[in-house]
């Protein structure tokens, strides 16, 4: 149902540009947004966009970061700079709030498989 792509290993104030490819049931319409899991921590979420596309932004991506969608495309992506080691994180995007599936009779979140950034000091 999601797609995120564009992760890798990039060296502290490098940039990176993620994207998502969403099924139409989680995409359209709504707001989507870009959430990480950093090693040992809970899944955060950092970037929003409306679907009318107004961004926000958690405060440690302010200023260097943007996400921008293409509601034609069904995709969103989110434009990461000046890179920092405690960037390093699985990133997922996902609707706003969360999009939920039926799994064994019961209602779940669901996510797609992530895609990795590494940020190496």
């Known amino acids: 149902l999601v797609v995120e792509s564009g992760g890798g290993l990039v060296q502290a104030g490098g940039s990176v540009r993620l994207s998502c490819i969403a099924s139409g049931s989680i995409f359209s319409g709504n707001a989507m947004g870009w959430y990480r899991q950093a090693p040992g921590k809970q899944r955060e979420l950092v970037a929003t966009?409306?679907?009318?596309?107004?961004?926000n932004y958690e405060d440690s991506l302010k200023g260097r970061s943007t996400i921008s969608r293409d509601n034609a495309k069904n995709t969103v992506w989110l434009q990461m700079n000046s890179l920092k080691p405690e960037d390093t994180a699985v990133y997922y995007c996902?609707?706003?709030?969360?999009?939920?599936?039926?799994?064994?009779?019961?209602?779940?979140?669901?996510w797609g498989q992530g895609t990795q950034v590494t940020v190496s000091s």
């Open positions: 996902n609707r706003v709030p969360v999009a939920t599936i039926v799994s064994r009779g019961k209602i779940i979140d669901y």
């Open positions: 966009i409306t679907s009318a596309g107004t961004p």
